[in-house]
Structures are given as structure tokens and as C-alpha cells.
């Protein structure tokens, strides 16, 4: 939102975090996963038994439970410990709860968003509605947009990329007094800071109150993330670890008007020219109660009111957020330090574009890739086995994607890397995508981006002879041939996720890819 629309006020916060899967022994010869291990001493659990960031296999719950939660069926992001600490700790009472009924039994899993503690797997609610959050946590900053360019320097400042956080050894304490006075009498201890640059802050893209869709550019509002250094994102990690498994998360909130504008008087409240909203406007000085009722027009009982206006105060400023599967971050070849290197993946999921939204249907992201001779591409992309049951080519609920060159735009027809002239001589192609180091058009590569390295298909899909006529009789196939496993031609027998490489840009032209399923 900018300046000029004062119904909503917005930041949007990008995180990410990674651990390695790498077992090793600790001092005294127990191995420990290293998820944990780099949380030992700050959550105050070590559960060698952890899998680490998981995806999961079912949308269960994981088990809040020292036995039944290392079940790798549960996806699972944040650690146990990590929650158990959560739940400990006394919840921050100095935050605005506006007119909400707290509960203090349950540790800072109570915010005026979920006061009754409702569990999200290991995520803790109060770190999950603030931000920048008090205390350490394993998320590490990626960018801050807001429509309020004001904050940025606070937001830099105080990120954890480069700001430690304190924290009570015995848990239980969220402040240095309470922490080692009478009766916890605990030590109160630093944890260093992530060691990474600050986050970026930028200006968030307009778009227009209540509207889900495309920003003035007729593209979705995004953020190019690069993806930082290996020193930066390996950093504590031993040599021999190749790759990271990383999870991201997106929060933002959406604060309105009401609660923006209070004008509170007192300087130390003042952040820059907004105000901070803290436990001073709680109770009865809360600028917005629940469900008000009231004669709002001021023209008598029966005559223009009362009248009752919706308001949650729960949800008045409130905090959202998406998460990622995982993925990997891998440590770059030699040949590759110092290059310049652009992701092409495939976004949008099967189905129409009624049945995929709020997402989209298929297409390459970025749609318009600009890169300079030199520079290098990695051609990558994730499918599904268990999408919707939506309309689409190819097994029901799978998606699946391939790279084919075509010339034409008007046409939408794969080209042919070659041609016969006219004496019957092969000519390759003039604008070839993939490239040998020939210089000529490196068939294996088009092979594979096309193919995707499929095997036993069944030829009948292909070229169909006296062998296929009961083809269409066959138990593999039952008459459709969508759902055959071995109907390579729309890449039935292609993986959900495949990984082409990365290819250098060797000359400057235009090149149309597409994807023959989708």
C-alpha cells in the first residue's frame, strides 16, 4: 500500500531457515541431529532422535510428544525443543491486547491472535506475530517490504542477522530480572547473532485494499530473492556438507487504520512518527473494541440506532503467514564460483483457472527471463503426485512439466533442432538453446529437457502397428491411456520433481520455450 491509501498499512516479512542432515557425535559420543544441535543451549531440549525440516507424508498433526513426534510421516519445520520453550515461557505482557481475554497459562503460545494457546505444529504463535521477536529463534531475514520506508532502519537494525538475542537457561522467564531473581534464579545468557547482512527494505508494491490478483504490471507483486553466499548460508557448517535443507516463510501483516493513528502523546511511544501500540491502549483504552454497539448517528434509540459494527479485535492488525516445502541449497561446483546463476521453474498446479485459484495455471517463472551472454541458467522444477483431482494431460493429480524450444509464437509447435536442405544435408538450427561444447546443438540436453530421461514406455503410445490393436484393451491401460503409467508421451513415467542442470548463455538472442503436456 502507499502513502496515499490510508484504509490498510502493510509489511510483509521474508525468512527462511536451513539445517543439514548430517549425523555426528558430540562430546561424549552421542550422534545428534544437527537441527538440534544448533538449537542446544537456546531451547533447552536436545533430541538426538529429530529428522530436522520434513515434509511429511500426511496433514496430521505433528504429536506434541518426546516419542511419537521423531515419526517421519510429520512435517515438521521448527524443532520440539523449540516448541517446548515456547510453551514455557511466561508470554510477553507488555504487547497490546486490545479488549481480549488472555490466557496466561499456557506461555507465550497466548497473543491477542490466539490467546487460548492453539498449536500449529512446533511454530510458536508469539514469534510467529511479531516481528522483529525478542528472543532467539532459528529464522534468518531474508527482506522486510513495507509501506512505511520510515522503519526501515529500525527493521535493519534490529533484525537477528546482525542483532543477538538474550535468553533464561531455566526457560521460564522471558526478562533478565525474573530470569535470575528469586525463585528462578536462573542465568541470563546471549545467543550471537545469525552473522548474515541485514535484510533488504523496500517499498511494498501497491495494490488496492481486498484485492487478490495481479500488481499494475498485469504480473503478480513479487520479490526476486538471491540467494545469499555459500559463506553466508553454510556458515557454522562442516566442509564436507554439500547442501542444506531450507524451508521458506513469508508473514505479513495487514494493519488498519484504527489501530495506526492513535496519537499518543508520550515521546518514548513515538517510532519515527508512529506510534507504538503496546499494553497503554489495552482494556478500556483500546482504540477498537469487539463487536461495538452503539448510536452511531447520534439521533436517538429507535430512530437511527442502535447499531452493532463487526469487529474482532483478534483479527484488527493481524499477522498471516505461507510456508514452503522444503527445498535444498546446495554448495556451488568451483567451475561456478562467482557466476551469475538464474532459477527457471515451473509454477501453477493442474487444473483450470477456476479450479487452481487462488494460484495459477501452469507456466515458467520467471515468464520473461533476461540474462547476459555468460551468465548461467538452472532449469529445475517440482511436480505433484497428490494435486486436486482437476482437469489436466497426463495421470490424474500429477503434474508434470517439460522444456521444448519453439519459434513460432503464433504457433505454439515445438521446432526441430535440425533440418535436410535441400540436397539432404542435416542443418542445425540457428537459434539453438542448448549448446555442446562443439558449439553445435547439444542433442543429449534437448533430448533430455524434452524426454525428462524417461524409460519402459510402451511403444504402442509412439507407433502404433499390428502388435497395438488391442492396445486400447489392455488391463495397464483399461481405455485411458491419461492414467497409463507407461504413456511416456504425456510424461507419465517422468519424475515429480527434475533437475536439468545448469547451462550457460552462450549468444545473445530471443528463445521461446514451452511445455508440450501443460
Not at 225 to 252: I, M, N
Not at 267 to 274: E, P, V
Request: include cysteine; proline fraction near 7%; charge should be negative.
Amino acid at each position: 500500500m502507499d502513502k496515499n491509501t490510508p484504509n490498510v498499512h502493510s509489511e510483509v516479512v521474508m525468512q527462511y531457515m536451513c539445517n543439514d542432515d548430517v549425523r555426528r557425535p558430540d562430546s561424549s559420543g552421542q550422534e545428534i541431529a544437527p537441527f538440534d544441535r544448533f538449537q542446544t543451549g537456546v531451547w533447552g531440549h536436545n533430541h538426538s532422535t529429530s529428522l530436522g525440516i520434513r515434509d511429511g507424508t500426511v496433514t496430521d498433526t505433528i504429536p506434541d510428544d518426546p516419542e511419537e513426534y521423531i515419526d517421519p510421516q510429520y512435517g515438521m519445520h521448527e524443532s520440539y525443543g523449540y516448541y517446548q520453550d515456547c510453551k514455557t515461557r511466561e508470554r510477553n505482557k507488555g504487547l497490546w491486547t486490545a479488549d481480549q481475554s488472555m490466557n496466561d497459562n499456557v506461555g507465550a503460545r497466548s497473543t491477542r491472535q490466539n490467546r487460548n494457546g492453539q498449536r500449529y505444529a512446533f511454530e510458536c504463535p508469539e514469534e510467529r506475530d511479531y516481528y522483529p521477536y525478542w528472543h532467539p529463534t532459528p529464522w534468518k531475514d531474508i527482506a522486510v517490504l513495507t509501506s512505511d520506508m520510515n522503519r526501515c532502519k529500525y527493521y535493519q537494525e534490529a533484525s537477528e542477522n546482525v542483532q543477538g538475542r538474550n535468553y533464561c537457561v531455566d526457560m521460564e522467564a522471558n526478562n533478565q530480572e525474573a530470569c535470575i531473581e528469586p525463585p528462578i534464579n536462573s542465568r541470563w545468557e546471549f545467543r550471537d547473532p545469525h552473522g548474515l547482512p541485514p535484510p533488504e527494505c523496500a517499498e511494498i508494491p501497491y495494490s488496492r485494499d481486498n484485492h487478490h490478483g495481479n500488481g499494475g504490471d498485469g504480473f503478480p507483486l513479487n520479490f526476486n530473492w538471491t540467494l545469499p553466499r555459500a559463506e553466508e548460508v553454510f556458515r557454522g557448517v562442516s566442509e564436507d556438507v554439500q547442501e542444506l535443507t531450507c524451508v521458506l516463510r513469508l508473514r505479513y501483516n495487514i494493519s488498519s487504520g484504527e489501530g495506526y493513528n492513535l496519537g499518543w502523546s508520550g515521546d518514548d511511544a513515538m517510532l519515527r512518527g508512529t506510534t507504538f501500540v503496546d499494553l497503554r491502549f489495552n482494556g478500556p483504552n483500546s482504540p477498537v473494541k469487539t463487536d461495538p454497539l452503539d448510536d452511531w448517528i447520534g439521533l436517538g434509540h429507535n430512530t437511527s440506532g442502535p447499531l452493532r459494527l463487526a469487529i474482532n479485535t483478534a483479527q484488527t492488525g493481524r499477522t498471516f503467514q505461507d510456508r514452503t516445502h522444503k527445498f535444498t541449497i546446495r554448495r556451488r561446483p568451483r567451475e561456478l564460483e562467482g557466476k551469475k546463476i538464474y532459477n527457471l521453474n515451473v509454477r501453477g498446479r493442474r487444473g483450470n483457472i477456476e479450479q487452481v485459484y487462488p494460484a495459477v495455471e501452469y507456466d515458467f517463472a520467471p515468464a520473461n527471463l533476461v540474462v547476459d551472454n555468460g551468465d548461467y541458467i538452472h532449469y529445475q522444477w517440482t511436480g505433484s503426485d497428490a494435486n486436486a483431482n482437476n482437469a489436466g494431460e497426463g495421470r490424474q493429480r500429477t503434474d508434470r512439466s517439460n522444456i521444448v524450444q519453439y519459434d513460432d509464437q503464433d504457433s505454439n509447435m515445438p521446432s526441430p533442432i535440425f533440418f535436410f536442405d535441400e540436397f539432404g544435408e542435416r542443418t542445425w538450427k540457428d537459434n539453438p538453446l542448448f549448446i555442446g561444447s562443439n558449439g553445435e546443438p547439444d542433442a543429449t540436453i534437448y533430448a533430455r529437457m524434452a524426454f525428462l530421461n524417461q524409460t519402459d514406455c510402451d511403444p504402442c503410445y509412439f507407433a502404433p502397428g499390428p502388435r497395438c490393436e488391442d492396445f486400447g484393451n489392455r488391463p495397464t491401460n483399461n481405455g485411458n491411456a491419461q492414467n497409463d503409467l507407461r504413456n511416456c508421451a504425456v510424461l507419465n513415467r517422468a519424475p515429480a520433481y527434475f533437475d536439468g542442470g545448469v547451462h550457460k548463455a552462450h549468444r545473445p538472442g530471443v528463445y521461446r520455450i514451452m511445455s508440450t503436456r501443460n
